[in-house]
C-alpha cells in the first residue's frame, strides 16, 4: 500500500490470523500472565485534540529487553462530526482488526484482556517504535471510518501509569455496558451481526441483541446500531430479527439466515439463550467460558484472566481450544462477562440456579446479577478445589442443582452377578476423553454418549 511507504514492514489483510510464537517473538505486551493492560478510545471535541500526535509514556519498543513481558495500555482520542460517544466501542474494537493488518504485529482480545506480540523478523526490519505503529493505526482509521477527522494515540508502558490508567479504562468500559441494560430483545425489530473475528473463525458470527452481548463484550446492541448506521457494509451490520422460532431458546428466523450466510452455510441455527443444541458460536476473543460438569450436572465458569486450573482439573487455555473457530460445541460456551447479567443468561439451561463454580473475581463483579438464594452457594475456588469438594458443598448449601440429582435405586442382591436398570434416556456430551486400547488412543472430539438402559455387574475386588 503506498500510504505505507515510510513503514518498514508490510501492511495490509493478509497478515490478519498471523499467529506469532513464543520462539518467534521479540517482545510480549500484555497477555494471560501481565495483570495490567488495556486499549480504550474516548469521543473528544474538535479543539481537545492535535492531530495524528503520537505519545510514549514509558520506554519504546526499541528500549524493551527482548524476550520480556510488559504491562502495556493505549489510549486513543478521535474526533469528528460524524463521532459520538456510541461509537466509542466500536472504533475500539477495530484496533483488533487493524493491529493485525501489520507485518509481525499480533493483537488477540480486546479492552482490559488485550494480548499484542511484536515478532523478531519485524523488529528487526525496522519496526522498533510504537509511533510507527501509530502512524499505521491513524491512517486505517481515516481511511475506513472517514467520519474521524482528528486522532491522537498515547501508548503506555511504564507500569505505574498502566495501573493508574487501566483504572480509568474500567471505568468507562462498565458505564458503556450499563446504558445498555434494561432494553428487552423483544423490544427491537433488529439484532447486530459482527464478523470482526472471522479471520481467525471462519464460520463464526457474533449475533448481538439488547440482552446477549457480543461474546468479546466489546459491542453492545446500541454500539452494533451506531456502526450499522455509519458504516452499512462493514464487519457490523443489521440482522434483521424476523420471526421468533422459540422465545424460550432465543432462536429467531433472521438470526438463523444471518448465521448461515455469512459462515458459508457451516451454521445454520443459533439458540442464543443457551450452552446446548444449537448454542452461539464462539471466535476465540470471548471473555470467559461456562462449561458443563457433568458429574454435578452443573456449568461452571472461568475468564480468561483466571491462571489457575478449574474445579474440573483444566486451565481456560485448555476448554478455549474446545470451545473457539466457530463451532458449535454442547457444553462449552464462550460468552461476555455482561452476558451473565443478562435475565435471558443460560435461561434454557437453568441461568444461575445451574452455575455452580466461578472464579471469585468474576462472581465478584457481577454479585449484584445473582438471584440472592443462590449466590452464596456458587463455589470458588477458595472453597473447593475438585469435583468431590464441590459436590460435598452443593449439597451441604442445598444447591438448586441438587434438585436435578435424581439417582436410580438400585438394589442387588448377594446372588445377582448381573442385572438391568431401567433408565430414562441418558445424553451426555464429551469432549477431549481418551479411550486406550490396543496401542492405540483415541480421544473423542464433540462427543456424544447416549444409554438406554443401565447394566450393573459385580466386580471382583
Known sequence: MSMFEDIPVDVGVIYEGERIRRNQMHVELGGPKV??????VKNRS?????????????????????????????????????????????????VHEFCNYIEGFMHLNQRYDIWLRLSKKSFEKGLNSFKLIGKVLHKLFKSDLPFIEKIQTTFVTDPEKVKEMRKEAMEI??????????????????????????????T???????????????????????????????????????ECLDARTGEWSGANKTIKENTMGEITRVQLYTAFGFPHT?????????????????????????????VNGLPFSTMADSTAG??????????????????????????????????????????GFIPKDVVDKIATENEVKTIDELKALLEEMEHPVVERWKAIPVEVAPEVEEAEVAAPPLEVPISGVPIVAGGFKVILKDAKIYAKKVIIRRVEK
Not at 173 to 202: H, I, M, N, W
Open 204 to 242: 463464526h458470527c457474533c449475533v448481538i441483541t439488547p440482552q446477549r452481548y457480543a461474546n468479546c463484550g466489546a459491542i453492545s446492541w446500541f454500539d452494533g446500531r451506531a456502526a450499522a448506521r455509519v458504516d452499512p457494509k462493514g464487519p457490523i451490520f443489521k440482522v434483521e430479527r424476523g
Open 35 to 40: 495483570e495490567s493492560k488495556f486499549e480504550v
Open 46 to 94: 474538535m479543539d481537545e485534540i492535535e492531530d495524528e500526535k503520537i505519545t510514549v509514556i514509558g520506554p519504546d519498543l526499541k528500549d524493551l529487553e527482548p524476550g520480556g513481558r510488559y504491562p502495556y495500555g493505549v489510549w486513543i482520542d478521535v474526533a469528528g462530526k460524524g463521532v459520538e460517544e456510541e461509537l466509542e466501542g466500536v472504533i475500539e474494537r477495530r
Open 326 to 367: 466457530g463451532r458449535q460445541v454442547d457444553g462449552f460456551h464462550g460468552l461476555s462477562i455482561e452476558y451473565m447479567r443478562s435475565p435471558k443468561f443460560l435461561q434454557v439451561d437453568g441461568g444461575w440456579n445451574r452455575i455452580v463454580w466461578m472464579p471469585a473475581t468474576v462472581k465478584e463483579r457481577v454479585k
Open 282 to 310: 464462539s471466535c476465540g476473543c470471548f471473555e470467559a467460558i461456562a462449561f458443563y460438569i457433568p458429574e454435578v450436572d452443573g456449568m461452571g465458569i472461568v475468564h480468561r484472566g483466571f491462571g489457575e486450573r478449574t
Open 173 to 202: 468500559y462498565d458505564a458503556r455496558d450499563a446504558k445498555a441494560r434494561g432494553l428487552k430483545d423483544e423490544d427491537v425489530e433488529e439484532f447486530y451481526g459482527c464478523t470482526l473475528c472471522q479471520s481467525f473463525a471462519p
